[in-house]
């Protein structure tokens, strides 16, 4: 009877373990960027963001989300510059990633939770626009980036339906952006606000 009962026991366990515990669920994810480096001669530019995810329950709290993401992220210069006979105005470097974040998510709430995670990021463009004596040029500065970006990521998130959320996400960069770089080395920080869905 004591044998029959445990085992009762284990497959009612095992069974509420099941239920609680959905399988993967895939998605996508848009939204916009406010980017900058850091550093006191930069400022904030807006770009945008897309990519795809998965959502792995590791249990009904915690959850882990590896995700595939372009993002266009870059800073403006905050002031004009004079340089011999030269004028230049309204410069802003654009920095296009491929990132993998990899975000822990705590559920507080079924609507409501929290995530924090690394963020690996491969450069796959960069260009550099400006006015120069009222003419704007554009070139491509790739050659001077580093390719490899790292950051740590921190967020929440808010689900309305089911499938359907928005999100929030702060990433400070951990890596300079610049090959070779002088004192302070500049690195991205990123701001994401978008909308998530998962089918």
């Given at each position: 009877m004591?044998?029959?009962?445990?085992?009762?026991?284990?497959?009612?366990?095992?069974?509420?373990?099941?239920?609680?515990?959905?399988?993967?669920?895939?998605?996508?994810?848009?939204?916009?960027?406010?980017?900058?480096?850091?550093?006191?001669?930069?400022?904030?530019?807006?770009?945008?963001?897309?990519g795809?995810?998965?959502?792995?329950?590791?249990?009904?709290?915690?959850?882990?989300?590896?995700?595939?993401?372009?993002?266009?992220?870059?800073?403006?210069?905050?002031?004009d510059?004079?340089?011999?006979?030269?004028?230049v105005?309204?410069?802003?470097?654009?920095?296009?990633?491929?990132?993998?974040?990899?975000?822990?998510?705590?559920?507080?709430?079924?609507?409501?939770?929290?995530?924090?995670?690394?963020?690996?990021?491969?450069?796959?463009?960069?260009?550099?626009?400006?006015?120069?004596?009222?003419?704007?040029?554009?070139?491509?500065?790739k050659?001077?980036?580093?390719?490899?970006?790292?950051?740590?990521?921190?967020?929440?998130?808010?689900r309305?339906?089911p499938?359907?959320?928005?999100?929030?996400?702060?990433?400070?960069g951990?890596?300079?952006?610049?090959?070779?770089?002088?004192?302070?080395?500049?690195?991205?920080?990123n701001?994401?606000?978008?909308?998530?869905?998962?089918?």
């Open positions: 004591k044998k029959h009962l445990l085992g009762l026991c284990v497959v009612i366990g095992a069974m509420s373990f099941a239920q609680s515990t959905d399988g993967p669920r895939f998605g996508v994810k848009a939204g916009g960027n406010l980017s900058s480096f850091t550093g006191s001669d930069s400022k904030s530019k807006i770009g945008f963001y897309a795809a995810f998965v959502n792995i329950p590791l249990s009904d709290a915690f959850s882990i989300q590896p995700e595939v993401v372009y993002s266009q992220q870059g800073a403006k210069a905050k002031d510059y004079e340089m011999a006979t030269y004028t105005k309204n410069m802003q470097q654009t920095l296009v990633y491929i990132n993998v974040p990899v975000m822990v998510q705590y559920n507080a709430t079924p609507e409501f939770y929290l995530e924090a995670g690394p963020e690996f990021g491969l450069l796959v463009n960069a260009q550099a626009k400006g006015d120069i004596n009222g003419s704007t040029y554009k070139a491509n500065n050659d001077t980036m580093k390719t490899f970006n790292f950051g740590a990521g921190i967020g929440l998130g808010y309305f339906i499938n359907l959320g928005v999100s929030v996400r702060y990433i400070a951990l890596t300079k952006i610049l090959k070779d770089e002088f004192g302070d080395s500049s690195k991205n920080t701001i994401q606000l978008g909308l998530n869905y998962s089918f």
